[in-house]
């Protein structure tokens, strides 16, 4: 199952290698990671979509908490949540292409950033879902670069991950 | 500038208020005739005095106070960076350190060259600094610490610090760096320290300044030592050794990334005293978990009071007594037939800080059957990591045992006597096949033979270290432990080479206890270089090496798996081991005959201040037995065959 989880990290410079390194040592499967600061300029905020069965994800949780940087973790699909992930894709805005695009553009209401040299810059948020549909949705052949940050999320309400 | 300290000052203060240097040396004469410079002892003696307004220290040594919390001033002490490691590793109560020099640790070496409260031990290889510390460590509960430079010192370092985290010992090791601004330049004996140890430590830092450096050591301790212990890396670069800062001993250490559990969830415990005293056929299969959590009074005391069959994993032999009744034998791969058939036919299973190892487990899928499972553990990831339990109860094991003595005393349901009595008569039965036994009369020396000697000659009371191997295994088996601490052997990572030095470290620990390394001719060579440590040191530790002239774990492999194709198992052109032990200054024996075996064993011993080198030479083609199939299940075992 899909997974994302979410943590507050000690903002060292060791400490996303830890993550990253949990991961790769440990066999588990990482489909895409963002981490910046927070209010806070000590505590990073990194969210990373995983997937595996219960125990894997237990594991995983539990693995990480483990980290001495990693200060609280939530795993946000244990609960209402809200995901986002950030993707600019620059297509050939050339024909048969232009017009397909600016049509799609619109109605996953994404934004064109930039036009030039025959090319745009799109930019388009959502969660992972709506990213994956557009991209699919494109002619292959238009797509000249794919940029994701990776999804990240929060949880509704109450649901607050503060240290 | 001035050390102004008010009355109500705890005892650390007196510690902060000495200049290291200018006129507070005075040079003391070292054991070997060298002189050494020492930190002044008299004023020390005399600081909790109180000595409000003394006069600031001349020459460049600073002193300051400040202010902490409203009644208390600190006096802070300004130091180079390496005066604060040595101090602070004074401060904290550390008595030894086993290390090696280089060049990026030489302002720490002479800092330590100034005073004499912390012992340096100088090994001859960095790995042997690590099982040393780790030695020292397993038996006294407090973190082994270790120093080593950069580069080759630190890499050098990686197996020990690997050993250390797969049997989660509490270790502190010190690593020096190249200078700050030399490093990811490639400079020269620069390795990236912090990411190579990375994935086998449980935690590491890179010190950035002078000035936290006391507090990333006071946390590096707290972290190797509390919760599920382990090794803790503090890498730092030369130039910060050289920096100055303020010292002054952080007594308090909190990290708010870091907390382990302190007490167990009453519920959890509620719980599991019912499912334990409503089993019919009871286990209690605990592991190094009580020995690290000194738990081993409650677990006695609950175990007897059950009167539940105990088994014990390699790590946790000693937390038990091995010569009670109720102790069916350590489980697993080379266990008894007594306690893995136990362990499979039981309905309630007690797992007591311990991981189900898959040296235990076999196949996950056969394990306990028929078992409803409460297992306690202070690191929530050993929980439910392969075996899925029923009642998981995460904190200290201590606490833990106490709180189910009385819960269980508590509880309405009653153990069911009759069932139990049934369940002990179906044990004896399976104890009776004596799985343990070997061939008495042989003409060579039998190597469990030599264990069953070694445990009377020293009245079961000798600390005992081990290698890796089928040698490791006969001491499991020949060698009952009746107290914990006393057993100390690689279990996670399987080190060769880690018996001699970790024996040491426990001398270094018990100077006047018996010790002895059972080892092979394999294993030994591995770190055979300490031996010139221990000559340094005088430490007598007792080598038993039961030489085979075998790889024999792996030539039994390969005679169960690979249709006795030796690989590579055979060692040829092995050492004189007594002219070898002579040459590093101590006593070999050569054994080669059974009736030989005890003699040496009591002439050994009865040389309390050498270390003694016994090389018994034992008969190659023997196996360990029972021996449960690797993957399969826990009643695939292959037993012993007499004739
Ligand atoms: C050649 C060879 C053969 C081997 N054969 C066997 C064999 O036949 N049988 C066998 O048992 N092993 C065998 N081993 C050892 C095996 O590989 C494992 O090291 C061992 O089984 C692990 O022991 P353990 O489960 O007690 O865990 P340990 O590694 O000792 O781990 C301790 C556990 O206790 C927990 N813990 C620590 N402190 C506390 C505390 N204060 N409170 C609560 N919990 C705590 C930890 O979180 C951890 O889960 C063999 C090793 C070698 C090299
Ligand atoms: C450093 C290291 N290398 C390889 C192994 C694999 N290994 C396990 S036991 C063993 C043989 C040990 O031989 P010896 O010390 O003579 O002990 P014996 O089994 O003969 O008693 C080997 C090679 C290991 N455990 N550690
Ligand atoms: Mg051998």
């Known amino acids: 199952m899909q997974r994302l989880i979410s943590m507050l990290l000690e903002n060292e410079p060791g400490a996303l290698a830890r993550v990253a390194g949990l991961f790769s040592a440990r066999g588990y499967n990482i489909e895409s990671l963002s981490v910046a600061p927070t209010e806070d300029s000590t505590m990073s905020r990194l969210t990373l979509a995983t997937s595996g069965d219960d125990a894997v994800i237990e594991q995983i949780t539990k693995q990480l908490h483990k980290l001495v940087d990693v200060i609280k973790l939530v795993d946000l699909t244990d609960g209402p949540f809200v995901e986002r992930e950030l993707m600019l894709i620059k297509v050939r805005a050339s024909d048969p292409?232009?017009?397909?695009?600016?049509?799609?553009?619109?109605?996953?209401?994404?934004?064109?950033?930039?036009?030039?040299?025959?090319?745009?810059?799109?930019?388009?948020?959502?969660?992972?879902?709506?990213?994956?549909?557009?991209?699919?949705?494109?002619?292959e052949k238009c797509i000249l670069e794919v940029v994701r940050s990776g999804a990240m999320g929060v949880g509704r309400g109450d649901r607050s991950l503060r240290a | 500038m001035g050390a102004f300290l008010v009355p109500t000052l705890p005892a650390i203060i007196s510690r902060t208020r000495f200049p290291l240097n200018g006129e507070g040396f005075r040079t003391v004469p070292a054991v070997d005739g060298r002189a050494r410079c020492g930190y002044l002892a008299a004023p020390l003696a005399g600081a909790d005095a109180g000595l409000a307004g003394r006069p600031a220290t001349t020459g460049d040594c600073r002193t300051r106070s400040r202010p902490?919390?409203?009644?208390?001033?600190?006096?802070?002490?300004?130091?180079?960076?390496?005066?604060?490691?040595?101090?602070?590793?004074?401060?904290?109560?550390?008595?030894?350190?086993?290390?090696?020099?280089?060049?990026?640790?030489?302002?720490?070496?002479?800092?330590?060259?100034?005073?004499?409260?912390?012992?340096?031990?100088?090994?001859?290889?960095?790995?042997?600094?690590t099982h040393m510390a780790d030695g020292y460590a397993r038996v006294t509960g407090r973190a082994g610490v270790v120093l080593v430079t950069s580069g080759p010192g630190a890499t050098n370092a990686v197996t020990g610090i690997a050993t250390a985290h797969m049997d989660s010992a509490p270790m502190v090791v010190i690593t020096g760096q190249v200078p700050r601004h030399a490093i990811g330049s490639d400079a020269f004996q620069e390795v990236d320290c912090v990411g190579i140890t990375r994935p086998c430590v449980k935690h590491n830092y890179l010190v950035k300044d002078a000035g936290s450096l006391a507090r990333t050591l006071r946390e590096a301790f707290y972290v190797a030592e509390s919760g599920r212990p382990g090794p803790v890396v503090v890498d730092i670069p030369k130039d910060v050794t050289a920096d100055r800062a303020w010292y002054e001993y952080p007594a308090e250490v909190a990290l708010r990334s870091y907390n382990p559990v302190s007490r167990g969830h009453p519920n959890q415990i509620r719980q599991a005293a019912d499912l334990i005293a409503s089993a019919r056929r009871p286990m209690i299969y605990t592991g190094g978990g009580v020995v690290l959590g000194d738990a081993s009074e409650p677990l006695v005391e609950l175990t007897r009071m059950l009167g539940y069959p105990i088994t014990n994993t390699l790590m946790g032999l000693g937390a038990y007594p091995g010569t009670d009744?109720?102790?069916?034998?350590?489980?697993?791969?080379?266990?008894?037939?007594?306690?893995?058939?136990?362990?499979?036919?039981?309905?309630?299973?007690?797992?007591?800080?311990?991981?189900?190892?898959?040296?235990?487990?076999?196949?996950?899928?056969?394990?306990?059957?028929h078992a409803r499972i409460v297992h306690i553990d202070i690191d929530p990831s050993s929980i439910s990591k392969t075996i899925q339990v029923d009642v998981p109860i995460v904190?200290?094991?201590?606490?833990?045992?106490?709180?189910l003595l009385v819960a269980v005393r508590e509880s309405n349901s009653r153990p069911d006597e009759a069932a139990l009595g049934a369940w002990w008569k179906r044990i004896e039965g399976w104890r009776a096949n004596d799985c343990l036994r070997y061939e008495r009369g042989s003409e060579l020396i039998k190597p469990q033979y030599v264990i069953e000697k070694l445990y009377e000659v020293t009245g079961g009371e000798a600390f005992v270290t081990s290698d890796v191997g089928q040698h490791q295994m006969w001491?499991?088996?020949?060698?009952?432990?009746?107290?914990?601490?006393?057993?100390?052997?690689?279990?996670?990572?399987?080190?060769?080479?880690?018996?001699?030095?970790?024996?040491?470290?426990?001398?270094?620990?018990?100077?006047?206890?018996?010790?002895?390394?059972?080892?092979?001719?394999?294993?030994?060579?591995?770190?055979?270089?300490?031996?010139?440590?221990?000559?340094?040191?005088?430490?007598?530790?007792?080598?038993?090496?039961?030489?085979?002239?075998?790889?024999?774990?792996?030539?039994?492999?390969?005679?169960?798996?690979?249709?006795?194709?030796?690989?590579?198992?055979?060692?040829?052109?092995?050492?004189?081991?007594?002219?070898?032990?002579?040459?590093?200054?101590?006593?070999?024996?050569?054994?080669?005959?059974?009736?030989?075996?005890?003699?040496?064993?009591?002439?050994?011993?009865?040389?309390?201040?050498?270390?003694?080198?016994?090389?018994?030479?034992?008969?190659q083609s023997e196996n360990v037995y029972p021996m449960m199939m690797a993957g399969k299940g826990q009643t695939d075992m292959v037993l012993r065959e007499l004739a």
Not at chain 1, 109 to 128: K, Q
Not at chain 2, 333 to 348: K, L, R
């Open chain 1, 97 to 139: 292409w232009r017009n397909e695009v600016r049509h799609l553009t619109e109605i996953f209401r994404g934004r064109i950033l930039d036009v030039a040299g025959g090319s745009f810059v799109i930019e388009l948020t959502g969660a992972r879902q709506k990213l994956d549909a557009f991209v699919d949705a494109l002619d």
């Open chain 2, 68 to 129: 902490a919390g409203r009644t208390r001033e600190v006096s802070q002490v300004e130091l180079t960076g390496a005066e604060i490691v040595v101090r602070f590793l004074k401060d904290h109560g550390v008595r030894y350190i086993f290390g090696y020099p280089g060049g990026a640790v030489l302002h720490i070496y002479d800092a330590l060259y100034k005073q004499k409260d912390v012992e340096h031990i100088l090994v001859r290889h960095e790995q042997g600094a």
């Open chain 2, 325 to 369: 009744p109720q102790f069916v034998g350590m489980l697993g791969m080379h266990g008894t037939y007594e306690a893995n058939m136990a362990m499979h036919e039981c309905d309630v299973l007690i797992a007591v800080g311990a991981r189900f190892d898959d040296r235990v487990v076999g196949d996950p899928k056969k394990f306990c059957p």
């Open chain 2, 395 to 403: 904190g200290p094991v201590r606490s833990i045992l106490e709180d």
């Open chain 2, 475 to 619: 001491a499991a088996q020949f060698y009952p432990f009746d107290r914990p601490r006393r057993w100390v052997n690689s279990g996670g990572l399987g080190t060769m080479g880690f018996g001699l030095p970790a024996a040491m470290g426990v001398q270094f620990a018990y100077p006047d206890a018996p010790v002895a390394c059972i080892t092979g001719e394999g294993s030994i060579v591995m770190c055979i270089q300490e031996l010139s440590c221990a000559k340094q040191y005088r430490l007598p530790v007792k080598v038993v090496n039961l030489n085979n002239r075998y790889l024999g774990m792996v030539r039994q492999w390969q005679e169960v798996m690979y249709e006795n194709r030796e690989s590579e198992s055979y060692l040829d052109s092995l050492p004189d081991f007594v002219k070898l032990a002579e040459s590093f200054g101590h006593v070999g024996m050569l054994v080669e005959r059974p009736g030989d075996v005890e003699g040496a064993l009591r002439e050994a011993f009865a040389l309390e201040d050498r270390l003694v080198f016994m090389d018994f030479i034992t008969d």
